[in-house]
Structures are given as structure tokens and as C-alpha cells.
């Protein structure tokens, strides 16, 4: 099971850390982080590089994407070399998954056409651009395309891919080993039940950069 | 506030990466990744390498200690380099933190004696070889130090951090931000809730590697 973790500069890390750590334990899982170029690709904050050990020409026929959102996503919107990599790796995938703005990668390359998704809760109407119908749910499965929302959402996205790829007795022992029992300890993880004010905040001057 | 995220060969990536990524919407966050020495530095399971920006030697009086878990704990824990490093950093963070097994290194450095502390529920009796109490939870603060259960809790804890230094405002808007709204799809992330066989598996002959 080849699996590629799709990187670019100023995506942000735990979208793909999170599902890295659970896909990772699949039986014969062969995980690559791929990037543009190989080497060190710096996250949006600035403070962590992570190693893309291939380019993405080096990788032709992973069995399993998982595309980072992202700050970074905007400008990849419209990188031909990304998107023409996620439609040719996509006509060999099993699955073919995104986590909060990484959907709108697979949306620009022309994946996600009349399909359910979903994104981080502030960039969730962008999918529309593309003509994907935006749910608002946590993770998305419309066939082979998984969506997940806003950067931890690719946790619960990857935990069910490894019960839908190794069953869910697997499923569960990743889960274990990784003690992922959360207990948060705010509840203001969706709009829904955030204060309002910080809702709006986000809205309209953000304190943290999505874009 | 200069946060230090302490990783070694073996470490797993999530146990860091995950605080990371609330600790870094602090106000005012400087976060680097440290380890003995500068440049790339290879997880538990061979498939990602994140980058440490600096040498333990290089970083002097971080506010912040966060020190990742993961199989390569345990050859660590005889290491002088890290255990003096983490001793001499102590002296003069304002949180000195661990996630997973690192909570035995923060033990091994004489950091925890008479203290309450988790670690991974598979290590944590570990920490009585070094006068530190066990307690099972997933998020322990005793004084400045603050330990978290396996791999993932160390999410939650970093949420709380952020709640502490910077307000319950701020940490709501961190969660909503990296929308943390937790749904796993199993009910298995801890010994008290997994399948018995399961939990059995991992105490006599695990399917993954922790040590």
C-alpha cells in the first residue's frame, strides 16, 4: 500500500501528520512525503520543515493521496504541475483524499466535479467555484474521493480509511497505540459551537492566516 | 515566548507535531524543533524526517519545553547530552512538557521525582523506576510540569497550555481554527475502552513497535 502525503510551501503540518500517523500502521503501509521538489518544505508558521523525500515526478502510481491544506493552497490553486500530478496519480488510486483546503487542490485539478466534499469551515464555499457541493461535514466519502474539514478533521479521516482498507479491528489497534481517546478541553472546535464572536472574528479579520 | 520541541531518532512525529500546531498560534510564538544535533531527524516508522533547526547546544533559555515520545525514548533515556540539556532548560522554562514516553525522559533527567505524571498507558509503569506517580490520565499537571498520555493526547494538552498562557478566549480560537471537534469513528483510544484481545495483543506481543 503506497500511500503519498502531498506537501508545498506553507501547507499546515498537522494536516498531514495527523492521517501520516494513522495510515502509517496500515499493514505494509509504504508512506512518501512528495513535494513539488525534494528536500525540506516549510509549513505556514515558519517554525517546521518537514522532508518531501520525492518529487512528485518520482511518484506515478501511489495507491492512496492525501493532499495538505493550507495557507500555501491559494497559490497551488493554480500550479499545472500539481494539478496535472493529482489527476494522473488519481487515475491509479484506491483512494484519492484531501484534509481542510487540500480539497480545493483536488477540486482545481477537476476531481471533485457534481461530488459531496467538504473543507475547512472557512474556505468551504471556494469548493462551489469548482462545482463540488460543500456538506459542512467533519470527513466525506463520495466513492473513492475523501474530504476532511479543517486541519485535525484528517485524524477521523484517516482512523475510518484504515478500518475501510484493514477492517475495523485494525482500525481500533491504531487507535489504541495512538491513545486518540480526545478529550478537548474547550468546546469551540466548529461554528457551531464556537462563541459567536470568534466566529465572526474569523470572518472578517482573522488573528490566525487561512489564506 | 520561545517554545523548544525536543526530537531525537525514533520519536513519533504526531507526539510533537500535534502541540506544535496549537502552541504556534500562541501570541507571539517562536517555536523551533531542537535536537542533539541540527538537520533532519527520522520518525519511529522511517517515512518522514522533520527538520531540527537547531542543535540542543544552540538553545538556552526556552520558556516552553515540549519532548516528543516514541520508540527511540528509550535509548535516550541513557543519553547525558539530552538529560543535561533538559536539566540545565528547566531551570528556567516556565512549562516543561512531554507527550507520550517522553514523560520517562523528563523522569530519566530527575525532573519528576514525587511528581504525578502519564506517559503512553503501554510505558507509563516505567515511571515509578524514577520516584514518578503514574496516574493513567491523559493530561497531568503537576506544577509547571505537565505530561500527556499517548501520541494524540498531547493535542489536548497543548490546547490547555494555550488556555493557560494566553486565556480561554485564545485557546477557543485555536480550536476553532484547527477545528477540533474530535469524531472518532472507533471508541477504542484507550486500554479502558478497546477490545480486551486487543489490549492483551499489545501487552505481550505488539503489533507495532513503542519501544
Excluded at 491544506?69 to 497559490?75: D, E, K, R, S
Excluded at 468546546?187 to 459551537?193: L, R, T
Amino acid at each position: 500500500m503506497h500511500i503519498a502525503m502531498v506537501v508545498y510551501d506553507r501547507f499546515t503540518a498537522l494536516d498531514v501528520v495527523g492521517p501520516y500517523e494513522m495510515l502509517s500502521r496500515l499493514p505494509d503501509a509504504r508512506v512518501e512525503f512528495v513535494a513539488e521538489r525534494a528536500g525540506p518544505v516549510r509549513a505556514d508558521t515558519g517554525f517546521l520543515s518537514v522532508v518531501a523525500d520525492r518529487a512528485l515526478h518520482e511518484v506515478r502510481r501511489p495507491d492512496v493521496v492525501v493532499v495538505a491544506g493550507g495557507p500555501g493552497t491559494f497559490a497551488q490553486a493554480g500550479n499545472p504541475a500539481l494539478l496535472d500530478w493529482l489527476r494522473a496519480a488519481d487515475a491509479g488510486t484506491t483512494w484519492t483524499t484531501s484534509v481542510c483546503s487540500g480539497s480545493l487542490l483536488l477540486a482545481a485539478a477537476g476531481l471533485l466535479g457534481g461530488r459531496r466534499a467538504t473543507c475547512h469551515w472557512l474556505a468551504a464555499d471556494f469548493l462551489r467555484q469548482y462545482d463540488a457541493e460543500p456538506t459542512g461535514e467533519r470527513v466525506v466519502f463520495d466513492g473513492k474521493y475523501v474530504t476532511a474539514a479543517g486541519v485535525s478533521a484528517g485524524i477521523d479521516m484517516a482512523l475510518a480509511l484504515v478500518g475501510r482498507i484493514a477492517g475495523d479491528d485494525h482500525a481500533r489497534a491504531v487507535q489504541l497505540f495512538t491513545e486518540y481517546d480526545p478529550r478537548p478541553p474547550y468546546d469551540a472546535g466548529s461554528p457551531h459551537k464556537a462563541p459567536a464572536h470568534l466566529v465572526e472574528e474569523f470572518r472578517t479579520d482573522s488573528r490566525f492566516t487561512l489564506m
